[in-house]
Each structure stands twice: as structure tokens, then as C-alpha cells.
């Protein structure tokens, strides 16, 4: 039987050798379902085609709203040149991010091991059974300095496969074996008694990230420069408990948020917060506008209003910025069924050209044709439109880097629903409409939360919206599954990760505490349980479920656990969080010592990398205040629902607020479903009373609204507090 042809030679005449991407659900695979490149999705199939064909995987990761994968699929992958020599030579396979976190997460970590960057788009070169062999993110079409072509690349690596194989297998056999290792560094046993957090902990974090922070335009580092949404939590949950760094805390954060809030990576005209800005000013934003930033914001800008007084941002500020927020939320992204969807693009097409951020921009005259020639010109002035665009010569986004005065504010006014009409008649951004679960669940928890603070109840129903849509379609109860996403309210693809099932137990444990209704501490307790089910191999916490054996063999084989935030907070970290809420309504000491083992992880991110850490020290914080625990009982009356109120707007970290229901027949039901109610009543008298506990141990009831709010001040300062073992 005679040899089969080199690939080169059979090229794109193997069977089965087509794009297959435009029958994929994923608004980013469909993106690229017209290039001559022969696509793939992620999968069995496509590796075992390329351990048929004996050649590599290039493995191409992006998502939707991502500029810079614009630019690679125009420059490259719509190149009928560049597709030919793919086509013969590799077995070319395209990732959502976004859908498959998994697969992103341990090509990124091999990616950033090879070339020392990483971003995306992301082009991996793997073995047939997932292993990396080489990796960069994007390519340029002609060689630049200091970055080859992509068609060099491609020449050099197909190369290095035919000459250098055994070579080329045992480099990726090795950086496999270094990632495993990496992997035991970070290990968490929830098997074990865990260590007392040591509360000076978090006053070192508040020092070392004073060192980073960028006290002028607010943040932290340089740019490149990201919302540090999660951060920002930590600092304003650590500013509410007296301490020596609280001021410190409390500075930093209203630096941040005021930074951000007065830039261009707040759209001034319609609320919602763009991914990242270019400059350190914030000033220059990366334009596409992501649900899982906006839900963070939208939570770290309430509970900014919650903390109260006149900062360097003031609480009447920060809840404008969150109410325009939340807008933006359910106006730009509320999909039918109640969901919402992933994510705004970068670009805008126009007349087939995707032009970064074009909606976005304006120019002196623009501004001028939308106002008229005095409030223009008084526009552009305040905004830092120049005859000379920021962005490209489209112009510049709306910037106007400080607080407005009083003129220049009722002028804003004025011109706002006038340049939001003007800015509608253009082009708009394009929609990812994917609906993802763990985003779903915190933008649950932001609004359920918004709505409290800024008495919004529509926010709150929005949120409970959502909340019905994950349980109708992600959760399925009877196999304690939760699918990550869904498109047109249909699940599919793999289940979810610990961060899924954390967020949308947090979002639901948010829920509950606002609207008393059982039915969503429910959900949240099935989650919980579900994922210490799902994620503990062996006493020990993992990321994911092991959905692909590909990406089992690029991580040596190992279990993985990332233990640092990235665009949202960690699962592990997210899950201690979701965990200590739980154990707070539940009384569970077993989830409260889960808890404290994830807190294990604690001492040296918070003494060297706090930035990668702010969820884990933002629950630490709340595990070192109690959290105090507020049941509510009683009839529902005024007075009922002014100490709810006030509960919820209340700046103690991670409080946990159960509130007393009743079933149709007037029996109390929420006792039953949650331990923080049992044996709580009203007043012999028949009125409301709150219970304030921690670790169930509760003080003598109060039923005026002045006693518990003294009291809750009181146990804020750390009066009557108990450490619990692991906290």
C-alpha cells in the first residue's frame, strides 16, 4: 500500500477538509465562518483529524467583541494565500473564550510561559493530542520589528514539525510537565483544618497596593489599564472597619471609581464602562463594553454609596454612575427570556470596514452640527474634543478627566439626550447575544444590590428576571448541572465552572437577602452544594470539571486551580465567598471550614500580588467581620420594611440579611428553608424585630430603627467578635 502524500502536497483535498463554523451557535466562531481558512470548533474531531493528517493544531483563541482579532482575521485568515498554507499544513481550530474559559485559561498560561505576553487573539501550535509546542498572540501580516509575520510563523513551525519532531514533542512534553508543577503551588485541600487568617493581612494589602496606585488619575500600574473592579471591593469593604489603613483604603478606591467615572471609560452619554483604556489617564478607552465589568462596577459603585460620606467622589455622584450603569445594562444588552447578553464590539462596520470604537467618536464639528455653534464649541471644550482625534481621525471619545462645575454641568444636561439622539442615527457596535451564566450571576447580585441601595425596585425585578432565566434554562436540579452557556434560551456545550457556579450562588444569596424570597436562597444553597460536589477531587479544589482531555494533557495531567483574579474574581476566590454566605444563613460549619481553606490561599498573594487577589481579600474582610448575620422577623409592616431598608444599605462587610416570609396560608415558610430564621420571632408586642448574630449567636432582638442601626455600628467596630477556626 503506498504511502499517503505529504500534507502539503494532498492539501485541501483530505475529506471532511471545510469551514464548518457558520452552523456554531457562537457570534465569534460565525465571525470567521466566510474566511478560506477551514475551520474547526474545539473538540475530539479536530484532533483526532490532525493526528490522521500527521500534522499540528493551530489553535486561533478569541471573542467577539476583541479589535485586535478583527484585525488578524482581516489581515490573515481572509488571505486566500495564508488559508491555502493552514489548510495543508494544520488542522485550524477556532475557541470562543468566552464559551470555553477552560481551554483559554491553560493555552493562555503555556502562551505567556513561551513568548512572555499574552492577549488575544491567541495563536497556539499544539500536538495532535493538545500539547504546546509553540505559541504568540497576534501576528502581523509583514514582519515588524521585534514581531514576524504570521506567514513566517507558519513556515518556521511547519518546519520545525517535519525536521525536528522528536524535539518539537519533548519541549511541549516539558512545558506540560512545568505547568503541573505550577498547579501544586496553588493547591487547595478542603479536607483539612484550616489556618487563622491573620487580619494584618489586609492592612499589609492596602499598604503594598498603595505602592501601585496611580494616586493622579486613580487605578493602579500604568497603562494598559483595567477597571480593578474586584480591588475596589476589597478597599471599600476594608474602609467600613476602623483600622489604622481604613482612611488609606477609603482613598484609593474613591480615587479609582472618580477616575473612572469622569473618563472615557465611562461612556459620558449612555453610563456603560468599556473594557480597558490605552492611556493612564483613562482617557483613551479599548472600546468593547463587556456585561461582567459593568456588573462588578455597577456593585463596587453602590457599595461606594452604602459607605457613605463626602469622599473624593461623592455618594450622590457614584449612584448617578451606577443608576446610568444599570440602565446601560438592561438597555444595551437585555436579551428576550430576561437574560442578558455577553457583550458590546470594539468595532463599528461601516460600509464594511471595522472602524475601532466609531460610534463612539467625535469631532469638534460633529459636536458642533449636534448642538448648535456656542453649546458645541462649550462641549468639546469640557469634553477634550481636539481638531485632532485621540482615537483615529473619526475623533476622540468624550473625556472630560475631573468633576464639572455647576454651568458646565447643567450644560452637560442640555447637550447629553441631544448627542445620545445624534449618536443613535449612526452605525452601531455589534451584539454578542451568548448568554453566560457566571456573568448572569453577577450582574444578579449588581442589580438585586443597585436596586436596594438606590431604591429602584425595576433593578431588583430585572434581577430576578435573570435569576428565573438561569434556573429555567442552565440549572438542571436533578443532575446538579448548570450549563455555562446558552444561545436563543437554549443551553449547550459544557457545564459550568467553579466561577459559574459561585457567581450565580452569590447572585442568588444577593437576591434573597433583598427580596426575602426563598426560592433564591434555595437555588443559591443547590448551587453551593452542587459545585463542592462537582469541583473536589480528592479533597482538593479545582477550576473545572474536566471537560476536555486535551486540555487534561496540556496541564501535565493535573488538575488545574487558577487562585488569581483576572477580568473577574477567581473561581476559588468567588466560591470562598459564596461558601461563608452560605454557612451564614445555613450554620454549616463544614462550608464555613471550606471557606477558610480557600482563605489558606491568602497570605502570599495579599504580601506580593494583592492586584490578582482583591476578591479573596474582599471575603476575608467579611470573614474577619463575622460576617454579622441580620434576621428579620415579624409581620411585614412600614417599620418592617424601613429595618430592611436600612439593613441593605448598611456598609458592614458581607452582611447576610434573611428576612421572614410567609406561605398563602399565612404560615411562616422562610423558617423552614432558612437556620438564620428558625426561632425567630416578632415582639411579644406583635411588631418587627432584627436579630444580629454571628455564627448564629445572636444579641438581644431590637426593634428600633435607631438601636439596630447603634448596634450594627457597634459590631462593625469589631465589638463582640468571635474568631471561628480559618478565620
Known sequence: ????????????????????????????????????????????????????????????????????????????????????????????????????????????????????????????????????????????????????????????????????????????????????????????????????????????????????????????????????????????????????????????????????????????????????????????????????????????YSHWVRLGGNFVIPPEEAAGVASRCADWMLDALALPGGALASSLDADTVVEGVHHEGAAYLWTPESLVEALGAEDGAAVARIMNVGPEGTVSALGSPLHPGRSLDEAEAALWERARPKLLEARALREQPARDDKVVAGWNGLAVAALAEAGAVLDRPELVAAAEGIADYLERVHWDASSGLLTRVSHDSAARGIGGLLEDYAFCADGCFALYGVTGRTRWYRLGRELVEAASARFVEDGQLTDSAGESAQVFNAQGQKASLDPFDNATPSGASAFAGALLTYSSYSGSHEHRLMAGNILGLLPPLATRAPRVAGWLLATAEAALAGPVEAAVAGPATPQRQALHRALLNSPSPGLVVALQSEDDDGSPASAVEVPLLLHRTGAPDGSPQVYLCRGMVCERPVGSLADMESRLVAMVAGEGHVTEPGV
Open 1 to 300: 500500500m503506498p504511502a499517503p502524500e505529504p500534507a502539503e502536497k494532498r492539501g485541501n483535498n483530505w475529506p471532511g477538509a471545510s469551514n464548518v463554523l457558520g452552523v456554531e451557535p457562537s457570534a465569534y466562531l460565525r465571525q470567521h465562518a466566510d474566511n478560506p481558512v477551514f475551520w474547526r470548533p474545539f473538540g475530539d474531531e479536530a484532533f483526532v483529524f490532525a493526528a490522521e493528517r500527521d500534522v499540528p493544531v493551530f489553535l486561533s483563541i478569541g471573542y467577539a467583541a476583541c479589535h485586535w482579532c478583527h484585525v488578524m482575521a482581516h489581515e490573515s485568515f481572509e488571505d486566500q494565500e495564508i488559508a491555502d498554507y493552514l489548510n495543508a499544513n494544520f488542522v485550524p481550530v477556532k475557541v470562543d473564550r468566552e464559551e470555553r474559559p477552560d481551554v483559554d485559561s491553560v493555552y493562555m498560561a503555556a502562551t505567556q510561559a513561551i513568548s512572555g505576553e499574552g492577549g488575544w487573539p491567541m495563536s497556539v501550535f499544539l500536538t495532535p493530542d493538545g500539547l504546546v509546542f509553540h505559541a504568540g498572540t497576534y501576528f502581523p501580516p509583514v514582519p515588524l520589528p521585534g514581531r514576524p509575520s504570521f506567514r513566517n510563523v507558519l513556515e518556521a513551525v511547519h518546519e520545525a514539525w517535519r525536521e525536528r519532531r522528536e524535539a518539537v514533542e519533548q519541549n511541549a512534553r516539558g512545558l506540560a510537565a512545568n505547568m503541573a508543577n505550577a498547579q501544586l503551588s496553588a493547591a487547595v485541600r478542603l479536607d483539612g483544618p484550616p489556618e487563622v487568617l491573620d487580619a494584618g493581612l489586609l492592612s499589609d494589602a492596602v499598604g503594598l497596593l498603595a505602592r501601585s496606585e496611580d494616586p493622579d488619575a486613580g487605578g493602579f500600574g500604568t497603562a494598559p489599564k483595567f477597571p480593578p473592579s474586584a480591588v475596589l471591593e476589597f478597599l471599600v469593604r476594608h474602609a467600613a472597619v476602623p483600622s489604622g489603613t481604613a482612611d488609606a483604603a477609603r482613598d484609593m478606591a474613591g480615587r479609582a471609581l472618580a477616575g473612572m467615572a469622569r473618563s472615557a471609560l465611562c461612556d459620558q452619554l449612555d453610563g456603560g464602562f468599556a473594557r480597558y483604556s490605552v492611556t493612564a489617564d483613562w482617557s483613551v478607552p479599548h472600546f468593547e463594553k463587556m456585561l461582567y465589568d459593568n456588573a462588578q462596577l455597577l456593585r463596587v
